[in-house]
């Protein structure tokens, strides 16, 4: 059966009409449509603003509404909202205790400048920060990723490694970065004294990754040096650990042959035992075997023998006194029971 002329005009008109709808959808998205430096925000205006609990635990997203559209201006305005402190009664703002004081977009990658403070909290407090700010931030239209700068310098983690630019799911499956991998732990660490001739111990309560040996964190921690007053580094940040690992009872760590050549203010005496002091504080390590170099050296220093492993040294110990009976405690240090 043939259409009636009537019905043919009307097919015909309805086609036309499709194709200047297709014609001017395409021109207006053209037009909104620009550079990576648009103003437009396209995505919706409701979102999510992460903060800490209060445990100091997770983050929480909490609704928000924001009133700017161009992106960079979007940008500052959930970073004020995220350093408020009366945001809400249960949540505890990420930019706190520092500063964000600029920030730059780049092929979608927002570059944040921070101050020091950042550095100065413990571990479990910088990640649950970070993971606020970047599952906030990568909401905005023309964000898909997040990196933090120091002084100009990308932040590095304990181990040196910069971070990188990273986005919200890495914080759910990347290792290293999902909060539910750290732990709270306090540690015992050697350092040196002022004129670096004997040991100061010094308790560490910190979060650590649970993903790292704890043999590694403590070693790296010595690198990271003293945080507080009466303590000095033995070991130069710039020492390069190369491997720990620990069998029956002894901890093997070894470290690059550039290790010979640091700026050490300490007595090489110091230097070794600060190392050994620390990692039989652990359990289940009564010796700890150092090599510098491949193949390793000998002697550190031409003072300290590390052909065979090491066990403490208390008499390096500064206020150390040896227990006249089993019920009389030291001064400073008790000597570990095993």
């Known amino acids: 059966m043939s259409m009636p002329y009537f019905m043919k005009q009307k097919s015909k008109y309805a086609g036309c009409l499709l194709l200047v709808l297709v014609l001017v959808t395409g021109l207006l998205a053209g037009c909104s449509s620009g550079t990576e430096e648009s103003s437009s925000a396209a995505r919706p205006d409701s979102m999510q603003l992460y903060f800490l609990n209060q445990d100091g635990t997770t983050i929480i997203g909490k609704g928000y509404t924001p009133a700017a559209e ?3 201006k979007r940008i500052s ?44 909290q413990d571990t479990i407090t910088q990640t649950l920060q970070r993971a606020a700010l970047i599952s906030t931030l990568c909401q905005i239209n023309g964000v898909e990723s997040v990196g933090f700068f120091v002084n100009g310098l990308e932040l590095r983690d304990a181990r040196g490694q910069t ?13 290293g970065t999902n909060i539910q ?33 704890m043999e590694q964190y403590v070693v790296e921690q010595l690198i990271q040096g003293p945080r507080g007053e009466g303590s000095y580094a033995c070991l130069p940040g710039t020492s390069k650990l190369t491997g720990v690992t620990s069998r029956d009872g002894i901890c093997y760590v070894s470290f690059d042959a550039s290790f010979l050549s640091e700026n050490f203010t300490a007595s090489p005496e ?16 009564s010796k700890v075997q150092i090599s510098i170099g491949d193949p390793p050296e000998m002697a550190f220093k031409d003072t300290i023998a590390l052909g065979t492993p090491l066990e403490r040294n208390l008499d390096l110990i500064e206020g150390y006194t040896a227990p006249e009976t089993a019920e009389t405690q030291t001064p400073a240090e008790e000597k570990k029971t095993r």
Do not use: W
């Open 163 to 175: 971070y990188g630019y990273m986005t919200p799911d890495q914080f759910a499956k990347g290792s």
């Open 77 to 120: 305005e959930c970073l004020e909202q995220l350093k408020r402190e009366d945001f809400s009664s249960d949540a505890v703002p990420p930019v706190r205790n520092y500063s964000v004081t600029g920030f730059t977009v780049t092929k979608h990658r927002l570059a944040l400048e921070i101050t020091e403070g950042f550095r100065e």
């Open 70 to 72: 161009d992106r960079d």
């Open 181 to 213: 991998d750290y732990e709270k732990a306090a540690i015992r660490l050697y350092f040196a004294n002022e004129a670096g001739t004997m040991l100061v111990p010094v308790t560490r309560t910190d979060f650590y990754n649970t993903n790292v040996p």
């Open 270 to 285: 110091v230097v070794i035992y600060s190392i050994v002091n620390t990692l039989t504080e652990l359990n289940g390590i």
